[in-house]
């Protein structure tokens, strides 16, 4: 799954994609590059980040995905980074595939039974707070067995809304409410996430606790320490991984499958 931040301010690669032009050759690189799936994002969800607003959101999203669709065709899948129902089916209507929730389907009521009428994907991600709050909710007694019960429960909410336990992902949530020490421990946890069924998306790229780790303050200089933790997150079950750096990834996944193959 390859970034695509529309946002001017996201953590790493904010005011990049400015302009539809931008985009649309970033998603060609992405995809020739091996890219599965195309993340669209117009909501910074970095700590700290403001909340711009469905309005905002559409404004920013809408017309970069017309673009995508206009010159790709349907063929790629593309993913929404959105936890609000009115951006999701602005979204849906344009051509969008998934639902890429960091809210894990908390922040707007309308979304789960959105996303159920219109039967797509929908990656629930843990996570607790929202960007202004979410540092200071990193406080766990068990931290795999939290995560797993907030995910289970999040998944129960999904379902009780009509949302096919078919169409469910599980991302972990690296950097939502998690400490560099909670970052490295859940990703040696996941086979404990992956007993439960739901395929497992993981999204490491160039976040915070490996820049902790290598002492390396730039986001961009982090490919090599995010490469490790795909190759860490392939080995514990892994489906999809969330990267900026495609091309470089594409490579350590399929080595990665190579020595952990299913």
């Not at 060609?28 to 993340?39: M, T």
């Not at 970095?46 to 959101?57: C, I, S, T, Y």
């Not at 999203?61 to 349907?74: C, I, K, V, W």
């Amino acid at each position: 799954m390859a970034v695509l931040n529309l946002t001017p301010d996201s953590f790493s690669d904010g005011g990049r994609l400015q302009g539809t032009t931008a985009v649309l050759a970033a998603a060609r690189r992405a995809l020739a590059q091996g890219a599965d799936v195309l993340d669209l994002g117009a909501q910074s969800s970095r700590p700290g980040a403001e909340v711009v607003g469905p309005e905002e959101e559409c404004r920013r999203l809408l017309p970069a995905l017309a673009l995508l669709r206009e010159h790709l065709g349907p063929g790629p899948l593309i993913s929404i980074d959105t936890t609000q129902a009115a951006v999701a089916a602005a979204a849906l209507d344009a051509g969008a595939d998934w639902i890429n929730d960091v809210s894990g389907g908390r922040a707007d009521p309308g979304l789960l039974p959105l996303l159920a009428e219109r039967g797509c994907p929908l990656v629930l991600m843990h996570s607790r707070g929202d960007s202004t709050t979410m540092d200071a909710l990193a406080c766990y007694g068990d931290l795999c067995a939290e995560v797993e019960n907030e995910l289970l429960q999040a998944t129960e909410v999904a379902c009780r809304a009509g949302v096919a336990p078919g169409n469910i992902l599980w991302d972990p949530g690296l950097g939502f409410a998690k400490t560099t020490e909670h970052n490295l421990l859940l990703l040696a946890g996941l086979p404990r996430l992956g007993r439960h069924g739901f395929p497992l998306l993981v999204g490491p790229s160039r976040k915070r606790f490996i820049g902790a780790v290598l002492q390396e303050p730039r986001p961009r200089a982090r490919l090599w320490g995010t490469a490790a933790s795909v190759c860490r997150a392939i080995a514990g079950g892994a489906r999809v991984v969330r990267v900026h750096d495609v091309g470089p990834i594409v490579q350590t996944c399929r080595m990665a499958d190579a020595l952990w193959p299913r």
